[in-house]
């Protein structure tokens, strides 16, 4: 089993930085089974989508909306990814999620996990 705790949200004002971090902790076998880590978030009123995944063979993903502005990493030896969001715009105003894979028990199927989220909230 894993815990994702995400941190690191809060106000900031358009054109603004933050920085999200995400540790997973649990049982050092489901750690090892995760194949990607990624941050999801979701704004008032709208469905959760995709804003970036890094597999485990280090490539990145980002969805249109955050690409070259945020970016994704990972600190493999704390068992933490992070988010870093530049130039902020009021449209990035949501929950942060962060998400990933893992197997429960040996040789079992890969089970979503969630973090409880943390808010970003752009403005003036």
């Known amino acids: 089993q894993v815990q994702l705790v995400e941190s690191g949200g809060g106000l900031v004002q358009p054109g603004g930085s933050l920085r999200l971090s995400c540790a997973a902790s649990?049982?050092?076998?489901?750690?090892?089974?995760?194949?990607?880590m990624g941050w999801y978030r979701q704004a008032p009123g709208k469905q959760r989508e995709l804003v970036a995944i890094i597999i485990r063979d280090g490539s990145t993903t980002y969805a249109d909306a955050v690409k070259g502005r945020f970016t994704i990493s990972r600190d493999n030896a704390k068992n933490t990814v992070y988010l870093q969001m530049n130039s902020l715009k009021s449209e990035d105003t949501a929950v942060y999620y962060c998400?990933?894979?893992?197997?429960?028990?040996?040789?079992?199927?890969?089970?979503?996990?969630w973090g409880q989220g943390t808010q970003v909230t752009v403005s003036s």
């Open positions: 649990g049982s050092v076998y489901s750690i090892t089974t995760m194949n990607y």
């Open positions: 998400n990933t894979k893992a197997a429960r028990v040996r040789n079992g199927p890969l089970r979503d996990y």
